[in-house]
């Protein structure tokens, strides 16, 4: 059994725990980690989990929405984490004391009751990656921060029966914000955040009838709204736009159960 919650999405911090049964053995990884420790404690626990019940910690990228507690958490607790030496490498190499794993493009990642298979993307970090999720029968794609869908991040979400999937602006909403110019184009750009247009192409270019959830994720507060998206991922797939599950910047998601 696979299944995944997110438990916050956006600029003001990121993290998604993805959880794997296997017969009596339950193994937890958490995705990003941009939160402060106790914030994200309160919603761990809320999701029914300690601190100390997770076996690992995935590092999509160094920016600081993603790192948040990462070191703090790894060192008080002694859980390893994966992240790529890029990413390592732009957080000023910090030590981990025996607990980093450099993670890489295409090398599994075992933990045990599931794998987690990195895959690079293209955004505006060093060495930035995301991640496919299976037990074998189950597949699940994580993705929030990118600028476009290379070939590369098309393949590794073929089959894939649910997606966290960044859906972060709305075009026009971005072009007529008070953002300043610069801005603009660095969330517009190919290595920026993908807007609901090109999520939804996403969408049509992986969609087959295996596919269950599709979770819309790191929503702009000022340039997006959520029925902007649910309306375009919707249409996308043929669903309504009710299917479309939404990440909360601060609530998250409840637990998404994939069969």
Known sequence: MLRFRNLASGSTGNATVVEGRSGTQTRRLLVDCGLG??????RLAAAGIALQQLDGIFITHEHSDHIGCSLKLALRHRIPVWMSQGTH???GAPDFDGLLRVACDGEPIDLGAFEALPFTVPHDAREPLH??????????????DLGHASEHVLHHLQGCHALLLESNHDPEMLQASSYPAFLKRRISGRLGHLPNTVS??????VRHDGLQRVVAAHLSAQNNRPEL???AL???LGWSTGDIDVAHPR?????IAVN
């Open 37 to 42: 420790i106790r914030q994200l404690e309160w």
């Open 89 to 91: 490498a732009a957080l």
């Open 131 to 144: 991640l496919r999720c299976s037990d074998g029968a189950t597949h699940i794609g994580l993705l929030t």
């Open 200 to 205: 939804a192409d996403i969408l049509k270019a």
């Open 229 to 231: 998206a649910q309306a």
């Open 234 to 236: 919707a249409e996308a």
């Open 251 to 255: 609530e998250g998601t409840d637990w």
